[in-house]
């Protein structure tokens, strides 16, 4: 006699769940995680070409400069204020605050839009400074 074949209980995962925004936001928050690694590794890029002496910084400017190195400048910087942003949010949640449905879809608006505005500003403030 074989025992019966029990139906394993569904993991959730993507396919499952109805998209929502806290969702969203907490894959986005994971993802720009994952970027500022790649963003302390340029980081450490720039000081070796900079300890490397003036033809290895200028490479490294140059290419910093380049339509891709600014593509993925403008990306960190992105990171860096959505991940700023959404942390401070997760930190109001550790403390039992926003947790509402409403209040927790309005702080990751918030969170989006202070991530885009405040890129937008720093790019604004950097590339008007006449910075190359």
Not at 22 to 43: C, D, N, W
Not at 86 to 108: E, K
Request: proline share 5%.
């Amino acid at each position: 006699m074989t025992a019966p074949v029990r139906e394993r209980p569904m993991s959730p995962h993507l396919q499952v769940w109805r998209w929502h925004l806290t969702m969203f936001t907490s894959i986005l928050h994971r993802a720009t995680g994952v970027a500022l690694y790649g963003g302390a590794v340029i980081v450490t890029a720039w000081a070796l070409a900079l300890g490397a002496g003036p033809d290895a910084y200028q490479g490294f400017m140059t290419l910093m400069a380049s339509p891709l190195g600014r593509l993925i400048l403008v990306g960190l910087t992105l990171s860096v204020f959505y991940h700023l942003a959404n942390g401070i949010r997760h930190l109001f949640w550790d403390a039992g605050l926003g947790l509402s449905v409403t209040t927790s879809f309005r702080s990751g608006v918030m969170s989006m839009a202070f991530s885009v505005v405040a890129t937008v500003i720093v790019w604004a403030i950097g590339l008007g400074s006449g910075a190359p």
